[in-house]
């Protein structure tokens, strides 16, 4: 994905309850046609970010994880748009995200591991970063893979992209 790079907030979230909250504030920004990219590591809280977005845009849930049926469309409770959530894990390329013909420009779209597959289906786009810790030591081990859920802190990165990102940026 190109695109002029707008501001970056960069936040220390301790919990997944602090995770929620952070979707829920990035809801309020959002609007028909914006694309959100999640990157992270297994455990990090990209589902869980996600459903505090879909919190936030009031849509029918639950949200969780469209690993299995790739894309999820939860549709809003009081018209505004829909939430889709889609898990890009398992697609070779943006041919095939596109292949499952997803409303964009009426939609809020989250994709979690999208990052370099969005080539051409937007010029502006959040991009989040869920960095999680590899145990205490700081070394990635199978204890600390073995908990995926801890509630260790996580360092967020949202960077905004492209003209609808410029001079602005939610939750900061």
Do not use: C
């Not at 046609?33 to 639950?62: E, F, M, N, S, Y």
């Amino acid at each position: 994905m190109t695109g002029e790079l707008g501001a970056t907030n960069v936040r220390l979230i301790a919990t997944p309850d602090g995770m929620g909250e952070l979707g829920r504030e990035l809801a309020v920004a959002l609007r028909p046609g914006d694309l959100v990219v999640l990157t992270g590591p297994l455990g990090a809280g990209k589902t869980t970010l996600t459903r505090g977005i879909g919190h936030g845009l009031q849509v029918r849930g639950p949200v969780t994880s469209p690993t299995f049926v790739l894309a999820r469309t939860h549709p809003s409770l009081v018209g505004g748009a829909p939430l889709v959530h889609v898990d890009a894990y398992r697609l070779g390329s943006a041919m095939e995200l596109d292949d499952l013909d997803i409303d964009f420009a009426r939609s809020v779209v989250v994709v979690e591991w999208g990052a370099g597959m969005l080539d051409g289906i937007t010029e502006s786009w959040l991009e989040v970063v869920i960095e999680r810790p590899t145990g205490a030591s700081g070394v990635a081990d199978a204890a600390a893979d073995d908990d995926l859920d801890a509630a260790e802190p996580r360092t967020v990165t949202i960077t905004g992209h492209g003209p609808r990102w410029l001079g602005q940026l939610p939750a900061e």
